[in-house]
């Protein structure tokens, strides 16, 4: 373990640290203006006339306590003070964060669609997030730092007419969280969607693994990485958010063995030759407490990776005190002892910053901080080819 190994002089130089110290070793190598974080998203319940919605379970602090809490954390989290105007001070403060930050680049805003049923039909009842696609560009539209990632149930009757109508608003992604959304990525039912993502360019963003932050008790299987070949078969750029980090899948190539940590089957996918120009990893939420052991450390040691592997922050979720410790990750030799204090204070000034910088001072079993290298947070072109990024070379 770091830290406390540590003796004389460089204990007190270490001591001295500071969280612009470790800003400044993050940004080393990084082109500023080149910064991705493809993992932002945006929350509301309808104020404003913004289409927003959350499950009334969400809002029902005597019925569903756990549900109340949750939502709560959430807006904690995103630095409301009062849920009155959420969906408009959600955006103003993620704003000012996201411009507060040392390097220029774009953050992805996710909508987030509702539930479908197996004949396309909406199902609000057991839709617990709801941010529809025009909301979610009228929020890009507040800063130049904003790019679209929209969210398209493939079950949908005009999924094919909404996947143009995105592209051609300027969307760069699709974002599908099945566990929630009901959505079997193998099923044939996919193929359309599959077929428009590809010829418009749009990269699909799919959860990968178990899914906690939002209740989905009966479809986890829905978030086997394993499920995802149909879309690379059908030419689509995939990337498995978390790199499916939680929770255990079947092997769908050995049907009779028993489940298999998720994160296994991604990295049986990620090796796969056939898929090295077309599938990526992205790291939100590697980080939280029930997910980073095992995993930070393999990711970090797997270099060969590093060229497919994408920075996303998962926001709002860094912002929540307790799902990123500090202690831990020192306990698991993961960072210095003397970079605790000054993390903390990033995360405190700027969850975003601390997600970042904390994902670049990085160590293996306490040795020196090596953190996931500029090109995660950098990514080639190739990754997002809609988006834009006609940056001159300073940012």
């Known amino acids: 373990m770091a830290g406390l190994s540590i003796g004389g002089s460089a204990a007190a130089s270490a001591s001295r640290r500071t969280p612009d110290d470790l800003v400044k070793r993050a940004m080393t190598g990084l082109t500023p203006g080149r910064f991705v974080d493809a993992h932002n ?29 949750r939502f709560r954390a959430y807006a904690r989290a995103s630095g409301i003070e009062s849920l009155d105007s959420i969906d408009q001070d959600y955006m103003a403060v993620l704003r000012e964060r996201v411009e507060a930050l040392p390097h220029t680049g774009t953050h992805l805003l996710f909508a987030f669609d509702q539930v479908h049923g197996e004949s396309g039909e909406p199902i609000p009842a057991h839709t617990v997030f709801y941010v529809p696609n025009d909301h979610m560009l009228r929020a890009v539209q507040t800063s130049d730092r904003f790019a679209a990632c929209a969210s398209i149930h493939p079950y949908r009757p005009d999924a094919v007419d909404e996947i143009h109508r995105m592209a051609d608003a300027g969307a760069v992604a699709i974002k599908w969280l099945p566990n929630a959304m009901w959505i079997d990525p193998s099923s044939p039912r996919c193929i359309p969607a599959y077929k428009a993502m590809h010829d418009r360019k749009l990269t699909l963003i799919s959860h990968g693994g178990e899914e906690q932050a939002v209740p989905s008790p009966d479809t986890q299987e829905y978030g086997n990485p394993l499920r995802l070949r149909l879309a690379l078969h059908h030419g689509v ?90 202690l831990q990750l020192w306990s698991l030799g993961l960072i210095e002892w003397a970079d605790r204090a000054p993390l903390a204070a990033l995360f405190r000034q700027n969850p975003l910053l601390g997600d970042f910088v904390l994902k670049r001072v990085l160590t293996v079993d306490g040795g020196p901080p090596i953190g996931f290298p500029p090109s995660v947070f950098c990514p080639p072109d190739a990754l997002f080819p809609a988006l834009n990024r006609s940056i001159a070379a300073d940012g």
Not at 250 to 267: C, E, M
């Open 41 to 69: 998203h945006v929350v509301g319940v309808g104020h404003g006339d913004s289409g927003c919605a959350v499950h009334p379970s969400m809002m029902d602090g005597i019925r569903h306590p756990f549900n109340w809490i």
């Open 237 to 326: 750029q995939v990337v498995v958010a978390h790199c499916a980090s939680y929770g255990r899948s079947l092997d769908l190539d050995k049907p009779s063995a028993p489940s298999t940590q998720s994160f296994d089957l991604f990295l049986r996918m990620m090796d796969d030759p056939q898929w090295s120009d077309q599938l990526y990893g992205e790291l939100s939420a590697v980080l939280l407490f029930n997910r980073v052991r095992g995993v930070v450390d393999t990711l970090l040691r797997r270099t060969d990776l590093h060229p497919r592997l994408v920075h996303g922050s998962d926001y709002p979720i860094p912002g929540i005190d307790p799902l990123i410790n500090l």
